[in-house]
């Protein structure tokens, strides 16, 4: 890109959230990305990370961005694949077990952990509330993880009951594919005590 009127259009195409990548795909050099703060088109809100100054910050999206490794799970899955009616109010990720947590703000987030053979079963990608790509885990994988953990997963005994029942009721779950999950998560027979008493 040449011209600074093109690289402010190439901002106002973007969704609310630009990575340092992003501008270098695009052959926007640090010149241009300091002149855009001065201008005040964008702001610098993580490493690498570059929020447009006219919109509201993706918290979800920074998230991801911040810890590469972490995947969105329990209620904040449920929340983006729309099967639940409580807007979370602390984000869920679920992260390898041996990965470095210091950072992670523990009043915005809560952590889980997977082992490194499992961290990626059940991953999907979907849309942010704010339209950027992220990664969360698919029904039969959030059921497993609820069901296995039902006292960490930020839903009260009657929220859980009514997801879990409506997924099998509603036919929303492959039988499956979360057989095999479960084996996988070890929480098999519990899965399957469910499924004898709602399928």
Same mark, same amino acid.
């Given at each position: 890109m040449k011209s600074y009127e093109k690289i402010v259009n190439f901002v106002?195409? $973007?969704? &609310?959230?630009? #990575?340092?990548?992003?501008?270098?795909?695009?052959? +926007?050099g640090f010149y241009y990305i300091n002149k855009l703060i001065e201008d005040n088109y964008i702001s610098r809100i993580g490493n690498g990370l570059y929020g447009k100054t006219d919109s509201f910050e993706d918290e979800y999206f920074i998230i991801q961005n911040r810890y590469k490794n972490a995947i969105f799970s329990y209620n904040t899955a449920l929340f983006f694949l729309n099967k639940t009616e409580?807007?979370?109010?602390? +984000?869920? @990720? #679920?992260?390898? &077990?041996?990965?470095? =947590?210091?950072?992670?703000n523990a009043k915005q987030i809560r952590v889980h952990y997977a082992s490194r053979e499992n961290i990626e079963l059940g991953v999907i990608k979907l849309k942010s509330p704010f339209g950027n790509i992220i990664k969360a885990y698919n029904l039969e994988r959030t059921i497993c993880? +609820? =069901?296995?953990?039902?006292?960490?997963?930020?839903?009260? @005994?009657?929220?859980? &009951?009514?997801? +879990? $029942?409506?997924?099998? #009721?509603?036919?929303?779950?492959?039988? #499956?594919?979360?057989?095999?999950?479960?084996?996988?998560?070890?929480?098999? $027979? $519990?899965?399957?005590?469910?499924?004898? =008493?709602?399928?």
């Open positions: 106002n195409k $973007k969704n &609310n959230v630009i #990575t340092t990548k992003e501008f270098k795909d695009a052959k +926007i409580v807007t979370p109010n602390i +984000i869920d @990720i #679920t992260i390898p &077990n041996d990965y470095n =947590v210091s950072s992670i993880d +609820i =069901v296995k953990n039902e006292n960490k997963c930020g839903l009260d @005994i009657e929220q859980r &009951n009514k997801v +879990i $029942k409506n997924a099998f #009721t509603n036919n929303e779950i492959d039988g #499956t594919t979360i057989i095999e999950y479960a084996k996988k998560l070890k929480c098999e $027979k $519990k899965i399957r005590a469910i499924m004898e =008493v709602l399928i």
